[in-house]
């Protein structure tokens, strides 16, 4: 994926220095630009990430996961998917190994649902494009919604 | 100095955190700083062409051109770009906001801007890809089948709960970042 992302803007650059170099040296700067200015927040995101993920690791995620069920189980779920930030192939096999060992389908579904939709840990990266108003309720929305989420999940899995 | 102390007081935090549980568990915090580094690769790894990627949008992209596809009135069209794009993309959540940011500058309604960002959060391709094979096709199609309602509902109860000067605040706060 990171191939083709890197191919096309490559391709893409080449085009715009082909076709206006001044253009692109623009663009770059503004690039550069965009990335300094939010360089701090995704900095502390990243040390934030390691703190959360070194307490939160694997087994702990598996223990809150596996032992639960039902709402209670489902909700612990959504907080775990909430508060830590795992990239989708680390993610979805260990929802795949949980399952495997009897997680239940609403709990898992919660779990992927708010992981993705829902980012405690990157809110001050949000709120500093969006402000504090807009990314609460985003994510506050994302998380009722993964509810739904794992309602009708639960419920494909069952008929 | 004092600038530069405000910019980064989150990061320093979050530093400081990590000192604080290197004093009571130094295990953990090694550990921590083992994850931090591997996320930070692969950050330095995605990042860049996103940014690089934004930055072309802001000069190619004309403002009437981002208007007429995604600004109000863009109607379907709008919808249905806005879903398309964020579902392209590659890299985590945070790398969205970025891109949003420019769209929103360019003239793209707030709802459109919405809409992308939670097709970036759960409907990007590749991450589907995994979820079928790792969770089944039942699993990872039920979720799109929802995540994409899901996804204009809430970008639509987003955009009500927002009143004129809410917008004005994000307008000049995406403005500053992406001049």
Redesign the interface.
């Known amino acids: ?2 191939i ?3 191919t ?2 490559v391709i ?2 080449a085009v ?1 220095l082909y076709k206006d170099k001044q ?2 040296v ?10 300094e ?2 360089m ?12 959360v ?3 939160m690791n694997a087994e702990t995620i598996s223990r809150i996961l596996g032992v639960e069920s039902g709402w209670l189980g489902t909700i612990g779920a959504a907080v775990v998917g909430s508060v830590t ?1 795992i ?3 680390v993610a ?2 260990t ?2 190994i949980l ?1 495997q060992n009897g997680a239940g ?1 609403m709990q ?2 919660a779990f ?2 708010t992981l ?2 829902v ?1 405690v840990i ?1 809110f ?3 709120i ?4 504090v ?2 990314a609460v ?2 994510n506050l ?2 998380f009722l ?1 993964s509810f ?2 794992a309602v ?2 639960g419920w ?2 069952t008929v | 100095m004092n600038k530069l102390f405000i910019r980064y007081r989150f990061f320093l935090i979050t530093l400081l955190m990590l000192v604080v549980l290197a004093l009571v568990n130094t295990g953990l915090a090694l550990k921590s700083f083992s994850i931090t580094a591997y996320s930070l690769r692969e950050v330095l790894l995605v990042i860049p062409p996103i940014f690089v990627l934004l930055g072309l949008l802001d000069i190619w992209v004309p403002r009437h051109t981002m208007v007429r596809f995604m600004g109000h009135g863009s109607g379907m069209k709008g919808v249905l770009l806005a879903v398309l794009i964020g579902s392209a993309a590659a890299g985590p959540l945070y790398g969205a906001f970025p891109v949003a940011a420019v769209f929103l500058k360019k003239g793209a309604s707030f709802r459109n801007v919405f809409i992308f960002i939670g097709a970036w959060s759960t409907t990007k391709i590749p991450m589907l890809l995994f979820e079928y094979e790792a969770l089944g096709p039942r699993f990872a199609l039920t979720r799109l089948l929802v995540d994409i309602p899901g996804i204009i509902v809430i970008s639509w109860l987003l955009g009500l709960s927002l009143n004129d000067s809410d917008r004005l605040d994000i307008v000049r706060k995406v403005e500053k970042l992406t001049k």
């Open positions: 994926m990171t083709i992302l890197y096309a803007t893409l650059l715009s253009k692109t623009k663009a770059i700067k503004k690039a550069w630009k965009a990335f200015n939010i701090p927040q995704f900095l502390g995101v990243l040390v934030l990430t390691g703190i993920l070194s307490i930030l990239p989708g192939f979805f096999p929802a795949s399952l389908y898992i579904a992927v649902s993705m939709m980012g990157t001050p990266v949000e500093e494009y969006f402000g108003k807009t309720i985003r929305l994302a919604f739904l989420v009708i999940i494909v899995h």
